[in-house]
T-cell receptor, first 112, second 114 residues
Framework: KAGVTQTPRYLIKTRGQQVTLSCSPI?????VSWYQQTPGQGLQFLFE???????NKGNFPGRFSGRQFSNSRSEMNVSTLELGDSALYLC???????????FGQGTRLTVV | DQQVKQNSPSLSVQEGRISILNCDYT??????FLWYKKYPAEGPTFLIS?????DKNEDGRFTVFLNKSAKHLSLHIVPSQPGDSAVYFC?????????????FGTGTRLQVTL
């Protein structure tokens, strides 16, 4: 079956702009989580959506937001981009209960 | 506050030998643990998991051991193969065993040499 699909794979934005990243989970998975990976902070949890509702949230500023659609696809938005937002953004899907989370290949965001 | 720690940033092992990767955690609410393998610029690949009600889980060449009293888990890879060379992350979640909010360690880079 198809894995987790993230688009786009690479993105370059200017400081102050906003960006939207997309994630299509594995078919049947209802939970989508987002993570940020940077060399300094490692892999950090951003937020999780389950059945179109944000169920968990990490310690990130309000500039980071997301949403989930009825087909479980999710989008993540970052407004007023800062240089420090440059990172690999990863999406993971799971059934939402017991079981492992499967990751997409990520979107590499570069803010210049 | 690093709740999941992987104190060895790197590990080198000869092909065919055992690789042992270690992970410590501080949050006693963690009840589900996972190991992921990651290559640069790619997403982590799930390897194996263990629930806090078990102390061992095995899948092929991979075995994870959990010592709850010591808040320690380890991943054993036997035998190690060159294709195992990657960064390995330990991750943990709290409450209901869900894998949907994971706290990751900083990773251990494993190099399997010929």
């Amino acid at each position: 079956k198809a894995g987790v699909t993230q688009t786009p794979r690479y993105l370059i934005k200017t400081r102050g702009q906003q960006v939207t990243l997309s994630c299509s989970p594995i078919s049947g998975h209802r939970s989508v989580s987002w993570y940020q990976q940077t060399p300094g902070q490692g892999l950090q949890f951003l937020f999780e959506y389950f059945s179109e509702t944000q169920r968990n949230k990490g310690n990130f500023p309000g500039r980071f937001s997301g949403r989930q659609f009825s087909n479980s696809r999710s989008e993540m938005n970052v407004s007023t981009l800062e240089l420090g937002d440059s990172a690999l953004y990863l999406c993971a899907s799971s059934f939402g209960g017991q079981g492992e989370a499967f990751f997409g290949q990520g979107t590499r965001l570069t803010v210049v | 506050d690093q709740q999941v720690k992987q104190n060895s940033p790197s590990l080198s092992v000869q092909e065919g030998r055992i690789s042992i990767l270690n992970c410590d955690y501080t949050n006693s609410m963690f009840d589900y643990f996972l190991w992921y393998k990651k290559y640069p610029a790619e997403g982590p690949t799930f390897l194996i998991s263990i629930s806090s009600i078990k102390d061992k889980n095995e899948d092929g060449r991979f075995t994870v051991f959990l010592n709850k009293s010591a808040k320690h888990l380890s991943l054993h890879i036997v035998p190690s193969q060159p294709g195992d060379s990657a960064v390995y992350f330990c991750a943990a979640s709290a409450g209901t065993g869900t894998a949907s909010k994971l706290t990751f360690g900083t990773g251990t880079r494993l190099q399997v040499t010929l």
